[in-house]
Nanobody
Framework: QVQLVESGGGLVQSGGSLRLSCSSS????????MGWFRQAPGKERECVAG????????YYADSVKGRFTISRDSARNTLSLQMNSLKPEDTAVYYC????????????????????WGQGTQVTVSS
């Protein structure tokens, strides 16, 4: 099993920045790609960013391109999401996720690609 714990959420004004972190523990050697998802009230969970095993390949949803940056430190088993120029529409619960697909190259982007999930951290952007 793999445990994922997010931190760094909070309340920020529009245009501000936040940095989310995700700490992994357990059988982390069984995980490859990782990603960040978010879910706003009444909406489906969506992938905002994904990163492959080496960190050299990334995916971003169009809505966050140029504003969010995903990164990982495999030696420390941590995943980060730097969020800049935040907008009220970024308000959601943000989840860290890890895939057990033995694929070193792909930055996964769909719910079905991920099997391990954190408990989520709330991000609220005020206008």
């Amino acid at each position: 099993q793999v445990q994922l714990v997010e931190s760094g959420g909070g309340l920020v004004q529009s245009g501000g920045s936040l940095r989310l972190s995700c700490s992994s523990s357990g059988r982390t050697s069984s995980t490859y790609g990782m990603g960040w998802f978010r879910q706003a009230p009444g909406k489906e969970r969506e992938c905002v960013a994904g990163i492959n095993w080496t960190g050299g390949n990334t995916y971003y949803a169009d809505s966050v391109k140029g504003r969010f940056t995903i990164s990982r430190d495999s030696a420390r088993n941590t995943l980060s999401l730097q969020m800049n120029s935040l907008k009220p529409e970024d308000t959601a619960v943000y989840y860290c996720a890890a895939s057990d697909k033995a694929d070193y190259f792909t930055a996964h982007r769909t719910l079905e690609d991920y099997v391990y999930w954190g408990q989520g951290t709330q991000v609220t952007v005020s206008s």
